[in-house]
C-alpha cells in the first residue's frame, strides 16, 4: 500500500493567517491527489482533487499544487470555518489511502 | 443536490453480525461507483470497500477481506455493507461515499456516516 505523510499534524492559526499543508506519498501517484476538510462531527469534504482541481463550490481561498511524491494543500485567507482536519488521499492504486490528518486549530 | 445518508450501525458483541444501508438520492445512482470508508473514533480515514459501476466488482481492504461483503441495489438506489465475525477493531463510524477508489477518481460526497461499536 502506498503511505501518505502529512506536516506538520497539527498547526495553530488565526483568521486572516495564510496556511500550508504538506502531503508526501511514499512513491510517485503523478497528481493522483486529492484533499478533504473534516470539521467535528462532520463529514470529510472534498476540497481539491487530482492535485490542484477546486471542488465545484469550494471557496478560492483553497488551492493545491504539487506532482509526483509532494504536494501543498494553501488556504490563502483562514476563516472560522476552516478551523478543522484536514486530510490528503492518494487514488493512484489501489487501495486508495489517507494521510493520518493534519488539524488547524485556533491560536 | 447529491446526498447519501447511511443507517444500520449499533452494538454488537464481538463475533457478531451487522448490516449497513446507504440510501442515495439526488443523482442517477447505476453511473457511480460506490463506497464505504471508516474512521475509529478521534482517529483517521480506512478505505473499507468499494464496488464499482461497470461490472460490479468488490473490492476489499485487507483488514475486512472474507469477513465483509458490500453490495449494492440499484433499482433502489442502495448501497450495503454486511459485516460477520466483528472485532473490536472494527468500531468506527462508517461512511458512504460516492465515487471510484483508482485513476483519477475521489469521494465526494459523503454520508454524514453511521456508529457501530463492537463490544461484549
Known amino acids: 500500500d502506498i503511505q501518505m505523510t502529512q506536516s506538520p499534524s497539527s498547526l495553530s492559526a488565526s483568521v486572516g493567517d495564510r496556511v500550508t499543508i504538506t502531503c508526501r506519498a511514499n512513491?510517485?501517484?503523478?497528481?493522483?491527489l486529492n484533499w478533504y476538510r473534516q470539521t467535528p462531527g462532520k463529514a470529510p469534504k472534498l476540497l481539491i482533487y487530482?492535485?490542484?482541481n477546486l471542488q465545484s463550490g469550494v471557496p478560492s481561498r483553497f488551492s493545491g499544487s504539487g506532482s509526483g511524491t509532494d504536494f501543498t494543500l494553501t488556504i490563502s485567507s483562514l476563516q472560522p470555518e476552516d478551523f478543522a482536519t484536514y486530510y490528503c488521499?492518494?487514488?493512484?492504486?489501489?487501495?486508495?489511502?489517507f494521510g493520518q490528518g493534519t488539524k488547524v486549530d485556533i491560536k | 443536490e447529491a446526498q447519501l445518508v447511511e443507517s444500520g450501525g449499533g452494538l454488537v458483541k464481538p463475533g457478531g453480525s451487522l448490516r449497513l444501508s446507504c440510501a442515495a438520492s439526488?443523482?442517477?445512482?447505476?453511473?457511480?461507483?460506490m463506497n464505504w470508508v471508516r474512521q475509529a473514533p478521534g482517529k483517521g480515514l480506512e478505505w473499507v470497500s468499494g464496488?464499482?459501476?461497470?461490472?460490479?466488482?468488490?473490492h476489499y481492504a485487507e483488514s475486512v477481506k472474507g469477513r465483509f461483503t458490500i453490495s449494492r441495489d440499484n433499482a433502489k438506489n442502495s448501497l450495503y455493507l454486511q459485516m460477520n465475525n466483528m472485532r473490536a477493531d472494527d468500531t468506527a463510524f462508517y461512511y458512504c461515499?460516492?465515487?471510484?477508489?483508482?485513476?483519477?477518481?475521489?469521494?465526494?460526497?459523503w454520508g454524514q456516516g453511521t456508529l457501530v461499536t463492537v463490544s461484549s
Open positions: 461515499a460516492r465515487g471510484f477508489w483508482s485513476g483519477s477518481g475521489w469521494f465526494d460526497p
Open positions: 439526488g443523482f442517477t445512482f447505476s453511473d457511480y461507483s
Open positions: 464496488i464499482r459501476k461497470t461490472d460490479g466488482s468488490k
Open positions: 512513491q510517485s501517484i503523478s497528481t493522483y
Open positions: 487530482t492535485a490542484s
Open positions: 488521499q492518494q487514488s493512484y492504486s489501489a487501495p486508495p489511502t
